[in-house]
């Protein structure tokens, strides 16, 4: 029973928010330019400000982890070379090959991450996923421009998604958390406190928002398509990774990282890229719609399932 109130207490104001931020944009409280801007401050500001706060309140040395990093860049890897090779013989359209693929191995990391392995685990999670931030989104990026273009038939410009990860607010708030944590730099107290208040929002509002991107009107007849994005996205990636994770010993904090990596839904920057690039826009939407109202169900069963077996 007690792992089901950790599971509950985790992802139910998660969710919460999630449907809250849904009921502002249906009752026309969040206009589509309005949250077209709170998306972009959450991106530029909140998030990289509660990025920054995570990393710099916890010790970097005590935490770092090099096997860490290594799995988690070997895992995505593996993904979309796995993807790849399986993807094409379930569907034979290329341009829906490329949504798929990203579909299930790019996961909302970003906004769903920190917040989630806050709820489970405190700072010490938030801070593992703030670090795991630089190789995730970078890699996340990258890939995203290979598996799009190949399968649009577009030429891949790999000059400039090198400068956007450079120029990536999530990646500067972590190196220069990491280099004031390394170096002891104590920040003056009024500083802090406006970066903690700051960081509350980056926690609370990046849900609401993803809630208001919901739009369930435009689900058409890729019903084929959406079940293998959801089960891969929230079934196969999780069992398989996380499996291999906990036969590599890592600790809970990391693990609960794991799980808001390999357990959140689609990332909802994937439709927007999947259209400038040429490839299916509508799949690539669904896919996130789909994931992520059901991953408030599937994260609360593998977070469950997880602290039950003592894993967390």
Not at 213 to 237: A, E
Not at 251 to 261: C, G, N, R, W, Y
């Amino acid at each position: 029973m007690e792992s089901f109130y950790i599971a509950f207490n985790a992802v139910a104001p998660i969710s919460f928010l999630v449907i809250f931020g849904y009921y502002l944009k249906e009752k026309k409280y969040l206009a589509k330019e309005t949250i077209s801007n709170l998306n972009k401050l959450c991106f530029n500001i909140f998030l990289p400000v509660l990025t920054f706060s995570n990393i710099l309140h916890t010790n970097v040395r005590e935490i770092f982890d090099i096997k860490l990093f290594i799995y988690v860049f070997i895992s995505i890897i593996a993904m979309v070379v796995a993807l790849s090779m399986i993807v094409p013989f379930i569907e034979p359209d290329s341009k829906k090959q490329g949504a798929l693929i990203q579909g299930i191995y790019r996961s909302n990391f970003v906004i769903l991450g920190i917040p989630l392995t806050n709820h489970i685990a405190g700072n010490a999670g938030a801070f593992v996923a703030s670090i795991l931030i630089m190789v995730v989104i970078p890699m996340y990026n990258m890939l995203a421009v290979i598996v799009l273009a190949t399968h649009s038939g577009r030429n891949t410009d790999l000059k400039n998604v090198l400068k956007e990860i450079i120029r990536n607010p999530l990646i500067i708030a972590s190196i220069l958390a990491i280099i004031l944590s390394l170096l002891n730099v104590k920040v003056p107290q009024f500083v802090d406190k406006i970066i903690l208040d700051l960081a509350k929002i980056g926690g609370v509002l990046p849900m609401i928002m993803l809630g208001s991107m919901l739009d369930f009107k435009k689900i058409s007849s890729n019903i084929r398509n959406i079940f293998i994005g959801v089960f891969g996205r929230l079934i196969l990636m999780p069992l398989i990774f996380l499996t291999i994770a906990i036969a590599l010993g890592f600790s809970s904090e990391k693990i609960v990282a794991l799980i808001a990596m390999y357990c959140a839904p689609t990332a909802v920057s994937s439709a927007l890229m999947a259209e400038q690039m040429g490839c299916d826009y509508e799949l690539a939407a669904q896919i996130i719609i789909f994931t992520t109202v059901i991953s408030c169900f599937t994260i609360f069963l593998w977070v469950f399932t997880l602290d039950f077996l003592k894993f967390i």
